[in-house]
């Protein structure tokens, strides 16, 4: 490769060990996958549970295990459209599918195509077809062009390139990136001559291709940059493929990619731009890594594969071409470069190339540079702000955790018949599915027996002020599907039927099981920014399985308006809590709020409070608001820490306080000033005051 000077073997085996420190180890990149291929497995369930023909995958460095805490990469999901499907020719037309045939000919740049419609009751094509997205060429063929995807753009979402983002709120919140991609039917003929030509080489291995072979190809909306007649063009896409790459890839391989993306991140950031993707970065290592031997990627020669890969990266610049590995004809830098920035890039790589590792020691992403001097001994060991080892797995798990258990709430329905089709539904994912979905529905199906049971006995306290045996046995089979939020719910509905005593027992027992130094809430209603974990949190949580979570995680208590019987009144109010006027200004991510939702431990806390008056236990009631204040005051990862106001508020009112009341009331509405039943509260204590 290079003449590896002395030196280079100390700094590469120090420089792996800040990396292993960072997170970037064997075991964290090996849960970041398990965790990201479970997650899409339980989306794509919840999709078609909801009847939507949509598969889901993960994608990115998030899934693949090549990013760190301080990287901030994007969560990419793409979502495939089964009932879609694209074909290369006559023959493979598919009767019961939205049928587009793909045309590729000298008008359109290497790795993109166009898409002809196709009749849906025959193999042949469409005639007369009108629409803003519909638009016929010089032969007289009806194409569907890609600005289709602009429909797909909401409030808070912003078109960029083929994938719809949903932008970051704040430095330390990561964007989430979706791209809505159409599958193909077989692979297309540019990335089809990659899997013959690739068979004869040491990397990919003959396995690797096998099992290339066996993943699907998609088309998604995005021209090339370079064309005139972008609009009508889809980019083909190999993300599976490209993703069997990475997950071959040792911890070498891995820790270089990373080490690119934050030299880029750090030096090569022309106005706040980056020219330089992450996927350009990817695909320079495996030009990198099939034209080397694979005894030169281990951890003792880590900082001569970097500058290998810098050094390859500067010759793609210096000659304007990147060729994509699986579409070698695509050129992934055509267009994307002026004179005046690739004069500007060249003179930073040029810098980077010569410096022999010295630029890694300006690197402040997870304190790199500042953790190598330490390690090299060339500075003392400073106290600020560097995460130990073990916080830094801490860091890196729970934030897969908030992206992989978060969403198994989604799944609500306001209809205990429309929930149940749902339960078997899933039942039969766990008989015929593989591992993943087994574990999927074990997860999903104890929370959707709660809503189940909740909803019918929301029906039976309206009818008799009672809870059937039938409402009791769904409640039951869901009790674990985390820490607390199910059991409240089941505390909730004894306090509903005047069961004081029962509810003060359970109530009793979720406080004595959670522990706070270890339970985390979790709450994904809206895009709520996670400030930190607990480190007993972050600690279980990389030592055991998924299916541990649900005794480390507390869930907000979700009731919907056909749940209101199971609702204190004080709670009730937060399902009215939107004028006209704030109607108006919700997104669409803001479903949850026409319902009660509460974070589970101020919930126990107000429980025991009105279940100890209501017992007329007056010192153990003073306790339990006492902590509902205190859990208010310290709790950072509170998603709806509004309504716990309410709820304190309420309580204040009860104890003749009015204006500790009040003062809950606008602290509750400077944290939501629209849809908060605050406004309700304030107005109803003036008036309960004056009169």
Not at 538 to 548: C, F, I, W
Request: aromatic share 8%; glycine share 4%.
């Amino acid at each position: 490769m290079f003449h590896t000077p002395d030196y280079y073997h100390n700094i590469s085996m120090r420089l792996s060990a800040v990396l292993d420190d960072i997170g970037v180890n064997e075991n964290i990149v090996m849960k970041r996958r398990r965790t990201y291929l479970l997650s899409e497995t339980m989306h794509t369930i919840r999709m078609r549970a909801n009847g939507r023909q949509t598969t889901i995958y993960d994608l990115g460095s998030q899934s693949e295990g090549t990013t760190t805490p301080r990287l901030q990469s994007d969560l990419d999901k793409l979502f495939c459209a089964d009932r879609v499907i694209v074909i290369q020719d006559w023959s493979e037309w598919t009767p019961g599918k939205y049928n587009y045939l793909m045309i590729q000919n000298e008008t359109t740049p290497p790795g993109y195509c166009r898409l002809q419609l196709l009749r849906p009751d025959a193999p042949l094509p469409v005639t007369h077809e009108t629409g803003n997205d519909i638009a016929d060429d010089t032969q007289g063929r009806i194409l569907l062009k890609n600005t289709i995807i602009d429909t797909l753009v909401e409030g808070g979402l912003q078109r960029d390139g083929p994938s719809v983002a949903l932008l970051g709120v704040g430095p330390d919140f990561r964007a989430k990136d979706s791209v809505f991609a159409y599958p193909c039917k077989s692979w297309p003929q540019s990335p089809r001559a990659w899997l013959h030509q690739q068979e004869t080489n040491t990397w990919p291995t003959a396995e690797m291709i096998r099992y290339a072979k066996s993943t699907k190809c998609f088309v998604v909306g995005v021209g090339s940059r370079a064309s005139e007649n972008a609009t009508f063009e889809w980019r083909l896409s190999t993300a599976l493929a490209e993703r069997c790459l990475m997950f071959s890839l040792n911890i070498t391989q891995i820790k270089c990619y990373i080490l690119m993306k934050m030299i880029l991140k750090t030096y090569m950031y022309i106005n706040a731009e980056s020219y330089i993707s992450s996927f350009m970065c990817k695909t320079v290592l495996f030009h990198c890594i099939a034209s080397k031997p694979s005894c030169v990627w281990k951890e003792c020669n880590i900082l001569n594969c970097l500058n290998y890969c810098l050094f390859t990266l500067n010759n793609c610049l210096l000659n304007e071409h990147c060729p994509h590995f699986i579409v070698h004809e695509n050129n992934l830098m055509a267009g994307k470069l002026s004179a005046e920035v690739k004069q500007q890039l060249l003179e930073r790589m040029s810098t980077l190339v010569s410096s022999d590792g010295i630029s890694l020691f300006g690197i402040q992403i997870d304190n790199l540079g500042e953790r190598l001097q330490i390690k090299l001994n060339m500075i003392n060991e400073v106290h600020h702000d560097i995460l130990q080892p073990d916080e830094c797995t801490m860091l890196v798990t729970s934030n897969l955790l908030v992206e992989n258990v978060l969403h198994i709430k989604k799944i609500g329905d306001r209809n205990s018949e429309t929930l149940l089709q749902k339960v078997i539904q899933l039942e039969r994912y766990y008989r015929a599915g593989d591992m993943l979905e087994k574990t999927a529905c074990r997860l999903l199906i104890p929370l959707l027996c709660t809503s189940i049971g909740s909803l019918i006995a929301s029906q039976n306290i309206q009818i008799n002020s009672t809870v059937s045996p039938q409402a009791l046995t769904w409640i039951e089979a869901g009790l674990d599907s985390d820490a607390a939020s199910s059991r409240l719910k089941l505390a909730s509905i004894m306090y509903c039927v005047g069961n004081a005593e029962i509810t003060a027992l359970i109530l009793s027992h979720i406080e004595e099981q959670y522990k706070i130094e270890v339970i985390e809430p979790m709450c994904n209603c809206y895009n709520f920014h996670t400030p930190y974990f607990r480190r007993g949190f972050g600690r279980l949580s990389s030592q055991y399985g998924v299916e541990a979570l649900k005794y480390i995680v507390a869930f907000c208590v979700k009731f919907f308006t056909s749940e209101i019987n199971c609702v204190p009144h004080e709670l009730q109010y937060e399902m009215f809590r939107s004028t006209q006027e704030d109607l108006l200004h919700r997104g669409r991510p803001d479903n949850w709020m026409d319902c009660a939702v509460v974070d589970s431990l101020p919930y126990l806390y107000f429980l025991q409070y009105k279940t100890y008056s209501f017992l007329q236990r007056p010192e153990e009631q003073q306790q339990a608001l006492t902590k509902l204040g205190w859990v208010i005051r310290t709790e950072d990862n509170l998603g709806h820490r509004e309504t716990a106001l309410n709820l304190l508020g309420q309580c204040m009112e009860q104890e003749n306080r009015p204006v500790d009341a009040l003062q809950c009331y606008r602290s509750s509405l400077g944290l939501r000033e629209r849809n908060n039943a605050a406004k309700i509260h304030i107005c109803r204590c003036l008036a309960n005051t004056v009169s």
